[in-house]
């Protein structure tokens, strides 16, 4: 039977308190869902354990882990959404500047429009959704848009997507001595990553971060 979107909900969550280097608790699983009980957490947890995408220490506390049928079902959603979407329109109307600050008069603008060819329609961009909050700082939120270009090759300090151990992470890239990647999140309540180079997949770096207000 397939999961549920709560269901889902609750492995990404899982997914998301474990990258801090420790097993959430009950306690933090339903406060960071949002969810008043405890005993429905349990039963998503015992459900998700039953259909092998989740691993539980028998009589331990804070011992879940998130198996690799969720990254493996994980991946082949992300690849479905993304055949699925429809391209985007390559331009919009330009019109003007709009102040952020002090209000300024007004002026005539010509027309213009502001292009997106070089990011829309390329073989080698694609998009995907973010989920989590490791890139905060850099204001990329939870359910923003990035646009990717494909690439293994990224510059230090690039934004990237990464593929290491059957998960895919948004971070930014840098590399260290040893032959070592240091994928640093931006967010000061995480600590960065750091894996062997040989270990990591690098599928693109973010060119640009889509967000819609409604």
Do not use: W
């Amino acid at each position: 039977m397939p999961l549920t979107q709560c269901q889902y909900r609750v492995l990404d969550c899982v997914a998301e308190l474990t990258r801090r280097g420790y097993s959430p608790s009950y306690e933090e699983i339903a406060e960071a869902l949002g969810l008043a009980s405890l005993a429905t957490v349990h039963k998503h947890l015992t459900t998700l354990a039953d259909k092998g995408y989740l691993k539980r220490g028998i009589n331990q506390s804070r011992s879940l882990e998130v198996g690799r049928k969720y990254f493996n079902e994980k991946r082949r959603r992300t690849e479905q959404a993304l055949q699925a979407a429809p391209p985007p329109a390559p331009e919009v109307p330009l019109l003007g500047r709009v102040a952020a600050g002090s209000l300024h008069p007004t002026e005539p603008q010509p027309a213009e429009a502001l292009s997106f060819a070089d990011l829309l329609g390329q073989p080698n961009i694609f998009a995907t959704q973010v989920h989590g909050e490791s890139m905060i700082e850099d204001h990329i939120m939870p359910g923003d848009y990035v646009l990717v270009e494909r690439t293994d090759q990224p510059r230090d300090g690039d934004v990237v997507v990464a593929l290491h151990d059957g998960e895919t992470t948004l971070k930014r890239f840098y590399r260290e001595a040893g032959n070592v990647a240091r994928l640093q999140p931006a967010n000061s309540t995480m600590a960065p990553i750091r894996v062997p180079l040989g270990e990591l997949t690098i599928q693109g770096r973010v060119l640009a971060v889509h967000r819609r207000y409604r």
